[in-house]
T-cell receptor, first 113, second 116 residues
Framework: KNQVEQSPQSLIILEGKNCTLQ??????????LRWYKQDTGRGPVSLTI?????NTKSNGRYTATLDADTKQSSLHITASQLSDSASYIC????????????FGKGTTLSVSS | EPEVTQTPSHQVTQMGQEVILRCVPI?????FYWYRQILGQKVEFLVS????????KSEIFDDQFSVERPDGSNFTLKIRSTKLEDSAMYFC??????????????FGPGTRLTVT
């Protein structure tokens, strides 16, 4: 069964600190892996998209890595800000058309001052 | 910046009633999607739509659901006979010209459906 698992479930860090979120997936056929940020009550917003041939991709203070062999990904956030408080969701695109997205449950990040 | 819009923001309906959720995708996008998120749970894919037909659909998207692009701007999700378990946030999304698997999907703010 196609699954996306994330850890930790929740995380609290101090403003200015770095953190790393983890994602493991069992999705076949694999098309690409995405990280989304979702604020409470809002739609997800894309941070990065990586195909199987990409190992790393950055978007400002967000850096995602992908190991397609071990089916693991991570999202590293540097110099966290209060506005980073949100749910971070790992999403894997599957299927021949690659349009169906399989979502993880997300990691809830709280940044405190 | 162009964005996906959805109406209404909140819909309350009685069990067994039909509902239509409406979305206006980004104007030059060609792929359209519906997702749902039951409170406290993860987002789930329902259906993707391209060139006036369903491209992919999940097991959730049964005969009670249908999608339509009635004109050049709207994309709708219809639930024929709502059930209590249909209560969720429904997100519409669209992706860039040419669509395809590597294109970013832009999500709308969602419609919260409450079935009583």
């Amino acid at each position: 069964k196609n699954q996306v698992e994330q850890s930790p479930q929740s995380l609290i860090i101090l403003e200015g600190k770095n953190c790393t979120l983890q994602c493991n997936y069992t999705v076949s056929p694999f098309s690409n892996l995405r990280w989304y940020k979702q604020d409470t009550g809002r739609g997800p917003v894309s941070l990065t998209i990586m195909t199987f041939s990409e190992n790393t991709k950055s978007n400002g203070r967000y850096t995602a890595t992908l190991d397609a062999d071990t089916k693991q990904s991570s999202l590293h956030i540097t110099a966290s800000q209060l506005s980073d408080s949100a749910s971070y969701i790992c999403v894997v695109s599957e299927g021949q058309a690659g349009t169906a997205l399989i979502f993880g449950k997300g990691t809830t990040l709280s940044v405190s001052s | 910046e162009p964005e996906v819009t959805q109406t209404p923001s909140h819909q309350v309906t009685q069990m067994g009633q039909e509902v239509i959720l409406r979305c206006v995708p980004i104007s030059n996008h060609l792929y359209f999607y519906w997702y749902r998120q039951i409170l406290g749970q993860k987002v789930e894919f329902l259906v993707s739509f391209y060139n006036n037909e369903i491209s992919e659909k999940s097991e959730i998207f049964d005969d009670q659901f249908s999608v339509e692009r009635p004109d050049g701007s709207n994309f709708t999700l219809k639930i024929r006979s709502t059930k209590l378990e249909d209560s969720a946030m429904y997100f519409c999304a669209s992706s860039a010209p040419g669509g395809g698997y590597s294109y970013e999907q832009y999500f709308g703010p969602g419609t919260r459906l409450t079935v009583t």
